[in-house]
């Protein structure tokens, strides 16, 4: 069954939605992810900027589905809705199943699996399910009524709407300790989008970026357009519109050019995976712009929650890289841009190496070198990933 869309504003939010004012003060009042009782509903990152419209799903596999083809993308975002996944499989195994743990737990496992091979090199995707791995064992284990299928889909949707707060919370909390690190004027690069839509809230690199500007003043941003989802113009560029900060779009060969002028002062990205030596896999292309900062001495900052550390991965040469479909790179909206039968590839990601890396925004702190050691005393603080 597909999930149900709803244009123009949350369903049943009304005027509630309309005088909903997003964390930390920002102007962005759309919702990334809800996690309700029976559903999981997504802004259709699909159709922004152009239309604001909601998906609404009720089953795991309709979650999996919206992460799949990127209805929702962002590290966090994805970790949060596949929380939200498992919540509905409980739901639906509870409603559907006789009063059995040893069947609840194989359904829970399934939809867990499921849910993991939707996108493989954010690592937020199995923090999450693993946060929801432990709540559903400690409730097997504890027996009893605690046990039984209904309760503990109960407990598992309170798990899943607390990691979707929890990670609003860690991201206005890079904020504040990323905006420390600009000054007033700063022209600052970002790539993709690491904003509200890639979070539960308030956003990771754009996090710093609206929490700098609201300290401030003359804060401005260099859009990468981010070839070739176009993350950057469609959807930073959307989100700083909204927020009125001063953004100029550029398409990705441009950076460059801007920073031998010595127009960009600093460059913020997010990230997917941050192995245990720092090195940091992010949106396709950011690896190039770390090559190009340190070349004419621009500090290149990665903001991350915690979530997106991987202990258990020692350097990025073990972050698995998604490849997605060429033709989203020899199509544009449906619409062929190379000759039939030319080739392509499409790495959604790169890895960026330590040494590129001036310093890690997480939740905790600002990490800097040697990050080896940074990454294990942050995670001795805070539940980093597997
Ligand atoms: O393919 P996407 O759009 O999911 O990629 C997103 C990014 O690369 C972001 O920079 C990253 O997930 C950090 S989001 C806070």
Redo the contacts with the bound molecule.
Sequence with gaps: MRAQHTKNGRPGGGAAADAHQGPGGSRLRVRTVEIRPGEVVLIDQLALPHEERYVTCRTWREVADRIRD?TV????A?GVTAAGGVALAAAEAAAAGPDDPGALRAALEQAAAGLSATRPT?VNLRWALDEMRSVWEAALAAGGAASRPAAVADALLLRAQAIHDDDVDRCLRIGGHGAGLLRAGDRILTH???GAL??AGY???LGVVRSAAARHPGISVWVDETRP?L?GARLTAWELQVEGIPYRLISDNMAGHFMRRGEIDGVV????RIAADGDVA??IGTYSLSVLAREHGVPFYVA?PLSTVDLATETGDGIPIEERDPAEVTTFRGERIAPEGAEARHP??DVTPAAGVTAIVTEVGVLRPPFGPALAGACALGRCGP
Excluded at 73 to 76: D, E, I, L, Y
Excluded at 269 to 272: K, N, Q, R
């Design positions: 990127m993308r962002g590290a966090p994805i954010a993709c989008n690491a890639a979070t956003g990771t690199a989802w993350q990205v997010g990230a997917d992010n949106k991350a959604a990601f």
